[in-house]
């Protein structure tokens, strides 16, 4: 079992940041990818940012240029860096891993990402 635990979400106001974090803990061999996804309601999930074990990244186009993500291989852990927060941005944020050997796609239970004034 793989378990992914994120954290740092909370209340922001437009134009602030936040950090968040995903710890992924289990039986591990590698992590073939790490991602974030969110879900708005009554939005499907969309893709924010990917993170290969290669280090390279790919973003959601509504979040290009604003949110930066980061991996710590050795900890098992990525980050999100959220800047310039808009409206638009308020939504659960779930972390994903796809991991070997299992092959499988594991989700955390999500951290909420409200931006209000």
């Known amino acids: 079992q793989v378990q992914l635990v994120e954290s740092g979400g909370g209340l922001v106001q437009p134009g602030g940041s936040l950090r968040l974090s995903c710890a992924a803990s289990?039986?591990?061999?590698?992590?073939?990818?790490m991602g974030w996804y969110r879900q708005a309601p009554g939005k499907e999930r969309e893709l924010v940012a990917v993170?290969?074990?290669?280090?390279?990244?790919n973003y959601g186009d509504s979040v290009k240029g604003r949110f930066a993500a980061s991996r710590d291989n050795a900890k098992n852990t990525m980050y999100l860096q959220m800047n310039s927060l808009k409206f638009e941005d308020t939504a659960v944020y779930y972390c994903?891993?796809?991991?070997?050997?299992?092959?499988?796609?594991?989700w955390g239970q999500g951290t909420q990402v409200t931006v209000s004034s």
């Open positions: 993170i290969t074990n290669g280090g390279s990244t």
């Open positions: 289990g039986s591990i061999f590698s992590i073939v990818a």
């Open positions: 994903n891993a796809d991991v070997t050997p299992s092959g499988r796609r594991y």
